[in-house]
């Protein structure tokens, strides 16, 4: 992984593959490279560590051009961070491949390889794709044959596009496990790893399934599936909008994306949240008549989604009646697990294509559950195509690697969901009206916080020294502190650990000194005393605070402890307040350590490997 487009067309196609990478620089990598075919059949290559504009610099310095080319953004996973590992890869100057997703069985393919006479000159598991399809032209398939019969013989996940120089007028495709789109055009047709790597030139897609395998000309696609038969695709026109070149005067998109939270919650509120509550089809069709038979909601979600699910957990069976399990899918994919009566599989992903969500979502269509939803920010992902019932949150693009605004309106989707299953496990009825009046408060509430900014950004100077940091909740903001915690790491480099306060005295009181900020989130909910005791705990040992805290909950600022005071809310929607400031506490301390905010370092944006 991490970014792949592609094109073929009469005229010179490096500046839309080099667009098409642009766009893709939000997902994380850290090399690029483009490799282009003109049609006396001469292949081409330029590849460069670090930045895309490092490649598009290169490229204008000694100019190339092609009408048939492919390119890609890596972030590593075999081999270090070298041009030589840098996408694409060649077999003997005749086959040029990209890929994203990892051949698990690279080492044995590389051991044939080599003793067949084919020469590596990278790391990489990708090399081996170029080789085998090589390998299969020699023995006399054509281009698409020889990829059909190559993907059989690799293991793991793999989106790829191959292009042959004595082939000069096509590409072949193949998708298993990581996505890819195709683009139409007239006269010329496009693929990408996302559509909005192709927003420029088309709006027209199509989203290849598992197992498909695709052969590409200037005017025609072929789709084979998995068993080699010919399919039709669904083409759909994307009205999809993508706003990865305008920061709207702020510094970093991630500071961009926390401000727009008001918007795209309302957004994610309008006409699906009425004056009486909510219609349980905003889920999907027939919805009503799923929902009305949910008992049990196993919930499967990576990283920032993940925290969105266990905060879901307090409120499913706090209010909805609803018992819930939540879990890692990377876990839940390796393990044995129990499948409760009518059960409701809910998966989360910002982009809809998490490689371990998407496999733990197909491994539990096979072990029976009743349905499955997925809460999601893509359209047309795999996610939203593969489940029975899909919300999408409404965020827009969120080009910032650390997530924010996809994270509030995936918790704004739960507290939506929680009011649809609660119709039939028996809400009351002033948890329901309390919710509802809540959720129609949250975008003015999420504004209102939005206006501690300067107060944090002050704040944000005494952690310029720090290596390590402790953040601390109870109940269902004990997820927000994890999610807290999250967001520091990722994008300061700070070492940041989250714990339920109640378990202080069970072990981390033992890292409590006067170089250990303690960040506490503390609205003014049944669990305040129970917390404040814990922040108690903390002084007694002479720990440094920082608490945010309701106005009402009578928190004062001291020698050992600062206090920010977090407009008061209900107690429905505090995890989704709560999490502004701790957002903008990560974004304020990462940008006094002078650390690369939107594209922090070893991360990508959409993971689409295990």
């Known amino acids: 992984m991490c970014g792949i487009v592609g094109a073929i067309a009469e005229r010179n196609v490096v500046q839309i593959l080099l667009e098409g990478l642009k766009r893709l620089e939000y997902r994380g990598y850290d090399s690029a490279g483009v490799a282009l075919l003109d049609q006396g059949g001469n292949l081409t290559r330029v590849r460069r560590t670090g930045k895309v504009q490092e490649l598009a610099a290169a490229i204008d310095a000694d100019p190339v051009k092609g009408q048939t080319g492919i390119a890609h953004t890596r972030w590593a996973t075999h081999g270090g961070v070298t041009e030589a590992n840098a996408h694409p890869h060649f077999s003997s100057d005749r086959v040029a491949v990209v890929h994203n997703g990892i051949i698990e069985n690279y080492q044995q393919l590389r051991k044939e390889l080599t003793a067949a006479g084919y020469g590596f000159t990278s790391d990489t598991d990708t090399e081996t794709i170029a080789h085998q399809v090589h390998k299969l032209l020699d023995s006399g398939l054509d281009l698409l044959s020889a990829v059909q019969a190559a993907v059989k013989t690799f293991h793991g996940a793999y989106g790829t596009v191959i292009m042959d120089k004595l082939d000069a007028d096509k590409v072949v495709v193949a998708r ?29 897609f199509m989203f290849l399934e598992e197992g498909d395998v695709a052969e590409i000309t200037r005017t025609s696609i072929k789709v ?41 919650v309302r957004n994610t509120l309008q006409q699906r949240l009425l004056e009486s509550g909510i219609d349980a089809n905003i889920f999907g069709d027939n919805a009503d008549e799923i929902l009305a038979k949910v008992k049990h909601v196993q919930i499967i979600a990576c990283g920032t989604s993940y925290h969105a699910g266990m905060t879901a957990r307090y409120w499913l069976e706090q209010y909805a009646n609803v018992s819930c399990n939540v879990e890692i899918a990377s876990e839940f994919r390796y393990r044995k697990s129990f499948v409760h009566p009518n059960s409701l599989l809910v998966t989360i992903s910002q982009s809809g294509e998490t490689a371990d969500t998407l496999a733990a979502l197909r491994l539990a269509k096979e072990q029976g559950y009743m349905a499955s939803l997925t809460i999601c920010n893509v359209p047309g992902s795999s996610l939203v195509r593969e489940s029975d019932m899909a919300f999408m949150t409404r965020a827009g693009a969120e080009i910032g690697v650390a ?45 209102e916080t939005l206006g501690l900014t300067k107060a944090i950004e002050v704040l944000a100077e005494e952690f310029a020294d720090k290596h390590h940091s402790l953040f601390l909740g109870r109940g269902d903001q004990y997820p927000i502190a994890m999610e807290g915690a999250l967001k520091l790491k990722e994008i ?8 339920a306060s109640g378990e202080l005295k069970h072990g981390p009181l033992a890292l409590i000194d006067d170089e250990m900020p303690v960040i506490v989130v503390a ?74 905010v939107d594209q922090p370092r070893n991360l990508a944006k959409s993971v689409t490997v295990e």
């Open 403 to 447: 997530s924010t605004k996809a994270f509030t309106t995936q918790l704004t989707a739960f507290l939506m969901l929680t009011l649809a299953l609660g119709a039939n496990n028996g809400i009351s009825r002033e948890d329901h009206d309390g919710i509802v009046a809540a959720l129609h408060s949250l975008p003015t509430k999420l504004e």
């Open 224 to 264: 084979f599936d998995k068993a080699g038969n010919p399919v039709e695709r669904e083409i759909i026109d994307s009205d999809i909008e993508h706003d990865a070149g305008d920061k709207g005067g702020y510094r970093h998109y991630m500071l961009k994306e926390i401000h727009e939270q008001p918007i795209v």
């Open 176 to 204: 298993s496990g990581s996505p890819l789109v195709i683009g139409l055009g007239i006269g010329e047709n496009f693929i990408a790893s996302d559509q909005m790597a192709l927003l420029p030139v088309t709006r027209r």
């Open 523 to 596: 609205p003014n909910n049944e669990l305040l005393e129970k917390l404040k005791s814990n922040v108690e705990e903390v002084r007694a040992r002479g720990g440094i605070m920082y608490v945010f805290a309701d106005a009402e909950a009578q928190f004062a600022s001291d020698e050992t402890m600062r206090v920010i005071n977090v407009p008061h809310c209900e107690p429905a929607i505090a995890p989704i307040i709560y999490t502004l400031p701790l957002q903008l506490l990560s974004y304020y301390v990462a940008v006094i350590k002078g650390t690369d």
């Open 492 to 499: 300061s480099y700070i070492h940041a650990e989250a714990y």
